[in-house]
């Protein structure tokens, strides 16, 4: 069993997992994320490999490939557990994240079915029957579940905006709902791709309260991806990965 993981030099989550693995001696490839990997729906990163084939998106631990790579990874996979992978999985992944956001609703990303079998861990539990299960039960309860986890995923949002803001040296105090609502079309969308139907648009309520968000924890935020991104550019091992 080969195992390679995309990762990221901006990527707290890549940087972790690289440690872990390396502290265990575990026979990991690890490879910069390039545009190519598109190709391969390297939606989210970290994004693990298993023989060429996608099996994880972040979030991922040590445990997990060291699991995959003893073979103890497959088990039974209740579709409750699923469900809420799902979410995880979609709250860890900016990408992903925005575009339910942006349709409030996470049926755009039930679209791909590989998606689907991923963020479910379904395909990392050796359990793609159980993605199917998910996949009705999610299409079910799509309203219920995006109102349940709302609060979570703005915040993670905007905690996705802050980082975005550090990299440009903008203070988040600068943000008004206005940007906030360009930020979330653009961020969900590839060219025309993500647009709702029949007109495009943010809700006011969403860039609102990301808004909102921003002016209450921008600040705290912001420190800590400084902080954090201090810690990785500080890695000479890591870095050496990219370069």
């Given at each position: 069993?080969?195992?390679?993981v995309?990762?990221?030099h ?8 690289y ?9 990991v490839r690890?490879?910069?994320a ?21 099996v ?7 445990d997990?490939?060291?699991a ?15 469900v809420?992978?799902f ?8 990408a ?6 942006l ?9 791909d079915r ?10 990392f ?7 199917k299960?998910?996949y009705?039960?999610?299409s ?21 905006l ?8 903008i203070s988040?105090?600068k ?8 930020w ?5 969308t590839v060219g025309r791709?993500?647009?709702?139907y029949?007109?495009?648009h ?7 309260a ?14 800590k ?7 990785i ?11």
């Open positions: 069993m080969a195992l390679e995309v990762v990221h901006t990527c707290s989550s890549s940087w972790k997992l440690r872990d693995a390396k502290a265990r001696g575990l026979p690890f490879v910069p390039s545009l190519p990997d598109l190709r391969r729906a390297v939606l989210g990163i970290p994004a693990v490999f298993a023989d060429g084939r996608l994880l998106y972040d979030p991922v631990t040590a997990d490939l060291e995959f790579l003893k073979g103890a990874a497959r088990r039974d996979l209740p579709v409750d557990e699923a809420q992978n979410v995880t999985g979609v709250v860890y992944n900016q992903l994240l925005s575009l339910a956001v349709h409030k609703s996470f049926k755009p990303i039930l679209d590989e998606a689907v079998e991923v963020l479910t861990r379904a395909r539990y050796g359990s793609p029957e159980v993605a299960s998910a009705e039960e999610i079910r309860r799509d309203a219920q579940l995006f109102a349940e986890n709302r609060d979570k995923m703005l915040k993670a949002l905007a905690y996705g802050v980082r975005e803001l550090y990299w440009l040296g988040p105090s943000i008004g709902v206005e940007h906030v609502s360009m979330i079309m653009a961020k969900a791709l993500g647009l709702q029949p007109k495009p943010v809700d006011r309520d969403v860039a609102e990301v808004a909102a968000i921003l002016r209450e924890r921008g600040d705290h935020y912001l420190a991806i400084a902080e954090e991104q201090s810690a550019s500080s890695d000479r091992d890591f870095l050496s990965l990219f370069g």
